[in-house]
């Protein structure tokens, strides 16, 4: 059973998953581009946004991630506009959700929270015991909207990403249960 809190967006709008294809590929590297840079300098140094936009956004790597059978990739439109996006892969037992980014002027809406409730019942379907990911240990706002939607922290995680830059995450999983 997927259980969340009630969604905040405007009675009027629609949010819409859409999976991403090759052709979306450009649209998901100017999202990344502008959402990382809006909002994770007080996070990240921007020598570490410019280090690691490449690595997770660069054509190859999307094209790879697109090519996964085990993967999603989803693409976020409210009211037909892109607005962020999703990644998501069934790791047995578990799904690990990779990537849930949204422009910061949609923060606050529950867009985050009913992408979260969208991905937990792909998770149902895939019968997993969990959900779990990991989040930079300074973005209150994320574990916020993490806890709140039933995620615990599990761990500590510090992982070196080369170029003199550290990854310093918390790895939070949501337990599932089913019916």
């Known amino acids: 059973m997927v259980n969340g809190p ?17 052709a979306d590929i450009p649209l998901i590297q100017s ?10 300098p007080s996070i990240i140094s921007v020598a570490q946004i410019e280090y690691m936009l490449p690595r997770m956004y660069g054509e190859e790597v999307i094209t790879q991630e697109l ?3 085990n993967l999603r990739y989803d693409l976020l439109l409210l009211n037909d506009d892109p607005i962020g996006y999703a990644s998501y892969r069934f790791e047995s037992p578990s799904v690990f959700l990779s990537k849930l980014y949204l422009t910061p002027e949609t923060h606050g809406r529950g867009i985050g929270q009913r992408t979260l409730a ?36 599990e761990e500590a995680v ?11 995450d918390y790895k939070m999983r949501k337990h599932l249960t089913h019916d």
């Open 67 to 69: 090519a996964d059978p």
């Open 6 to 22: 009630a969604m905040r967006t405007d009675f009027n709008d629609k949010l819409t998953f859409k999976p991403a294809t090759t």
């Open 118 to 153: 969208h991905i937990a019942e792909f998770a149902q379907t895939q019968r997993a015991s969990s959900i779990y990911l990991f989040v930079n240990k300074r973005n209150e706002k994320a574990i916020r909207a993490y806890l709140r939607f039933g995620f615990v922290i």
């Open 31 to 40: 999202l990344a581009h502008r959402i990382w840079h809006a909002y994770y």
């Open 158 to 168: 510090v992982k070196d990403i080369g170029g003199g830059f550290v990854m310093d």
